[in-house]
């Protein structure tokens, strides 16, 4: 099968039962924004220049479970800033699967293999006998691959440095969601650091060594390569990566504003209009029967300009220190105590893309997962033959990779001597030269 079987049929479940009892508006998704400090500053990220990026700003760990709680979401996004900055991540996470949700920690996994070593480290010093052989012989081949090094087998031996701090363990509910916008020079432009694309990787590897669920998430800008993003896919296909989402980015106010006061830089050249992004995603048809997507058929249509669709980014709510924004992920009208406010509060009719013609003119050019997936989820603008396309994609068998990941030179960046500029660097650089 595509996804696992009982992923599927929780969420499904959950669908059903709130039709049937004929709720109109539910969260499908909560994105759980913990804190928005942040270790990078990546070119196109509003989050961490529109709130405070102090780390003593942080929502409280009996908050974020009692968010999830409130809207009831089967699947938990916890994004931020870097969620593995939060000191309370490990409680956090075994704290919603503990409420039987789905966990996607979606991190730029400079602090995975910390937190898999340390997860290490636990499991070797309370495990059995059989269990720590097992462990032992996890520990050779990540240092067999390079993922560990010596120093950190040693460390790992040692035992946890907090023997009672919790750790996030392998879980068939919870996935790493690592963000991946293009191969190594690419990615590391993005993200303004040299380096992080090889982590990404490292980071994959030893995951999928220690039978950690992983998916990536990629945003999709005007100077994106589409035969590169395709190139990436097959090499992390081949690295047994269990599966991607793939968005547009567009010219969201506060990311719009950032690149315009900090990198000088002109928003549309970098952001995609709707014509742009249908052009991006002409292929996507192409791409769902060959990679494992988290989303819908129906949604990949509307990607590719095949049909249309409305907002519903109440399904997809945004919880953070300073409460229920809304209207959605992107745009900031207002922040409310309760996920209930939110949804009576916002006017949603005054919001999204109708027939063609923006309700709000910031809603022009966005087609993103948050606001319009949940349209396609739900059923909201069902058309013949729908629910087929959807329970043949859902429950289909896994798409056939072209098997040629090794093949494909995805260290194409400073690892290689190609080496670049990113962030302050290179705006020293620029600023020497003039
Ligand atoms: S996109 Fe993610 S990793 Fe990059 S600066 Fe924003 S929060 Fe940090
Ligand atoms: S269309 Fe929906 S998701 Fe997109 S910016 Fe507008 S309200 Fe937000």
Redesign the pocket.
Known sequence: MRFPLALTTKIAGYIIGHKLRGTKKFATVLQLEPLHTCNLTCTGCGRIREYSTSLKDMMSLEDCLGAAEECNAPMISICGGEPLIYPHIEALVNGLLAQKRIVYICTNAMFMRKKMREWLAKELSEGQNGKRNEIERKIDILLGKGLLSEKDAAEIRKGPKDPVKPTIAPNKWMYWNVHLDGSERTHDLIVEREGVFRECILAIKMAKVLGYQVATNTTVYKETDMHEVEQMFDYLADLGVDGHTITPG?D?DAAKKDMIKRLNLRPENFFLTREMTIEKFRKIDDWMNRYIFFGTPIYFEFLAGKRDLT???WAIPTRNIRGWKG?????TDGHYSSYAELLEKTEWER???VNGV?R?S??EN???H???EPTATLGLQSQRGDTWKNIKFNFGSKPKTRSNGSEIAVFNGVSCGNGHLTGKNAQAASAQAS
């Open positions: 567009y969201y907002c519903s980014a209207p959605c992920y992107l745009m919001y999204g893309v923006a709000d910031r809603c966005c087609m993103v948050c606001g319009y």
